[in-house]
């Protein structure tokens, strides 16, 4: 079983910047994927940013540029800053590894 617990969200206005941290515990073997999606009301979740075991990252076009995804695996936490935000951006940051999700956090953007 593995635990994620998410931070950092919370409301900001357009323009601002966020800083999601998810850590993990439980039976996590070795380096592996991590990854954050989003879940806007009444839309389908989708993958904001991943990043492997090698460190390769994965973006969402419409965050590239502005999102930075990173890990620190002697802490087995992954983090997600996020600059520019836009209201579009507004969404529930969930975390995700190996067939787990987190509880979730809410980033809203005001405009």
């Known amino acids: 079983q593995v635990q994620l617990v998410e931070s950092g969200g919370g409301l900001v206005q357009t323009g601002g910047s966020l800083r999601l941290s998810c850590a993990a515990s439980g039976k996590i073997f070795g380096i592996n994927s991590r990854a954050w999606y989003r879940q806007a009301p009444e839309k389908e979740r989708e993958l904001v940013a991943s990043i492997s075991s090698s460190g390769t990252t994965y973006y969402l076009d419409s965050v590239k540029g502005r999102f930075t995804i990173s890990r620190d695996n002697a802490k087995n936490t992954v983090y997600l800053e996020m600059n520019s935000l ?7 940051y969930y975390c995700f590894l190996r067939g787990f999700w987190g509880q979730g956090t809410q980033v809203t953007v005001s405009s």
């Open 86 to 92: 836009k209201p579009e951006d507004t969404a529930v």
